[in-house]
C-alpha cells in the first residue's frame, strides 16, 4: 500500500483545505493519504472531512500520542 503524507501548518486555514482537495486528486484504489495537523486544529477539521465524503474516501481520525498532533487518515472507497 502506498501512504501518502501531508502536514498542515498551525493555525490551519482555507488554504489549507484546498491543499488538502489537490492532493486528494492523486489517491488511487489502495492507496491512502495522511494529513497531520496540530491538535489545536482539530476543531477545524470539519472542512477537511466534508470534503472527504464529497469525495467518496473512507477516514478515520486520531490524536497523537504526545497530545501535540491530529491524524486524518484517508483512504478511496
Do not use: C
Not at 3 to 21: A, E, K, T, Y
Amino acid at each position: 500500500m502506498i501512504q501518502r503524507r501531508m502536514s498542515l501548518d498551525h493555525p490551519m486555514g482555507l488554504n489549507d483545505v484546498r491543499r488538502v482537495v489537490e492532493n486528494i486528486k492523486d489517491i488511487g484504489e489502495g492507496e491512502e493519504l495522511v494529513i497531520q495537523m496540530s491538535s489545536q486544529d482539530s476543531f477545524r477539521a470539519e472542512g477537511i472531512f466534508s470534503v472527504l465524503d464529497t469525495g467518496d474516501y473512507r477516514w478515520s481520525a486520531k490524536g497523537g500520542h504526545d497530545g501535540k498532533d491530529y491524524y486524518i487518515v484517508a483512504r478511496k472507497r
